[in-house]
């Protein structure tokens, strides 16, 4: 018979006795606790506790991406991971909202005593950055040590190692660059494409020529706006100026994923591209809720500490306003929308390039 006394029970499986002990307000049992430091405490822990569930949504994503050959089946499995960690971001921005019912004179009930912890120490954080693929160069630098020296030894050496790791950028890139029939017997995408483009663009341009509202000032700006437009086409049109952005930190993906993804977002209602424009979505997205985090924790701590310091010894909210600009790891993803055409000029994909794909499989069965 089963030992009663041992079996799982509600607290037992969720360790709720640790889990339940692990708050220690520092002002507890002091001349003057403060009653928001629980909150404060709380706050932070379920954070660090949702942290845990995206790293481990990441980690999964990114091994399905280490092998060589991912399967249909295996990308909707990181699409349906990916897309989790959008709805866990959301609440993430929303908990904010609980920590605001605490006001800045509540804060300095206990905030002194904090020092010099601060957030800038969560490693969990710097590890969704860094397996996102948040690169070390690429990190605002507020202080002349890097952003792991605030962290103990031991912390310091997982945080350092996830920067050697393969991060989702480098694993959906080296993914993008595999996509195949850029080319396929004597249909090249790029070739149709570029003419697409160019044919636009001779539209766009007769259109500012010959629009009989403007001033022929206003004209001329419209024609110099036009040029950089054409210009910006050759990131993806030229190797050599690709490379150049690449140089110059404008750009992060290859040309190879860079063209793969445009390929995904401009033919995304033909069936085989459904999952990989869901993914490339769901990279935006999450690029664009950590941003949005980090707007609104910077408008939080503004609300909170004015334009104090940090505790870890950043400018705080001018620090904050900044990263949460320069930290984006999917802008490329996010401009690609620069070199979208119009559905009804998109290139045509031949019929046998098109059965090849599988886009006719039900047609040839039913026939
Ligand atoms: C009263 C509330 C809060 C204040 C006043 C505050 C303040 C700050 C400040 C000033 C910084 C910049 C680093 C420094 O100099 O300390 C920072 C960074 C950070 N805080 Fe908060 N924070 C608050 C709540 C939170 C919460 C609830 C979280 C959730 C985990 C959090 C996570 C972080 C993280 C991850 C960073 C590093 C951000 C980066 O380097 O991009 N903070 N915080």
């Known amino acids: 018979m089963a030992d009663q006394t041992k079996a799982i029970s509600y607290s037992s499986y969720l360790q709720l006795e640790k889990l339940l002990s692990s708050q220690s307000p520092i002002t507890k049992g002091s001349a003057a606790p403060a009653h928001d430091e629980m909150l404060f405490i709380i706050v932070h822990q379920v954070y660090e506790l949702w942290f845990k569930e995206i790293l481990t949504e990441l980690d999964s994503v990114r091994s399905l991406f280490m092998a060589e050959y991912i399967s249909e089946s295996e990308i909707g499995k990181a699409v349906a991971r990916l897309e989790r960690v959008t709805k866990i971001q959301n609440i993430l921005l929303e908990q904010l909202a609980v920590l ?6 509540d804060f300095l009930d ?3 005593q904090l020092n010099p912890s601060s957030g800038f120490q969560s490693v969990q ?6 397996k996102l693929g948040l690169k070390p160069e690429k990190r605002l630098a507020f202080t002349k040590h890097a952003y792991h020296s ?6 310091k050496e997982i945080v350092r190692r996830s920067e050697d790791e393969a991060s989702l950028f480098e694993l959906v890139d080296q993914w993008l660059a595999r996509t195949p029939f850029l080319q396929f017997e004597g249909f090249d995408f790029w070739e149709s494409y570029n003419s697409a483009v160019q044919k636009m663009l001779e539209r766009e341009l ?3 020529k010959d629009n009989p509202m403007v001033t022929d000032e206003v004209r ?3 024609i110099e706006n036009h040029q950089q437009t054409r210009a910006s086409f050759e990131a993806v049109l030229s190797e050599e100026r690709h490379a150049e952005l690449v140089r110059e930190g404008q750009l992060s993906l290859s040309l190879k994923a860079l063209q793969g993804s445009l390929m995904i977002f401009l033919y995304r209602d033909e069936p085989i591209f459904h999952l990989p424009f869901r993914l490339l979505t769901a990279l935006i997205d999450i690029d664009e809720l950590m941003t949005s985090w980090r707007n609104r924790h910077a408008l939080m701590v503004q609300r909170m500490i004015g334009r104090k310091i940090g505790t870890g010894g950043s400018s705080g909210y001018h620090y904050l306003g900044e990263a949460a600009e320069a930290h984006k790891v999917f802008a490329d993803l996010v401009n690609l929308a620069s070199f979208l055409i119009p559905k009804s000029e998109l290139p045509e994909l031949p019929e046998e390039f098109r059965r090849h794909l599988g886009f006719l499989y039900t047609k040839e069965t039913e026939e």
């Not at 954080?125 to 860094?130: D, G, H, K, M, V």
């Not at 605030?150 to 912390?155: H, P, R, T």
């Open 110 to 112: 206990f905030r002194d």
């Open 125 to 130: 954080f710097r590890l969704i950055e860094n």
């Open 100 to 105: 605001e019912t605490m006001t800045p004179l």
């Open 150 to 155: 605030v962290l103990s030894d031991e912390e």
């Open 220 to 222: 001329q700006k419209e």
């Open 206 to 208: 007769t259109i500012i």
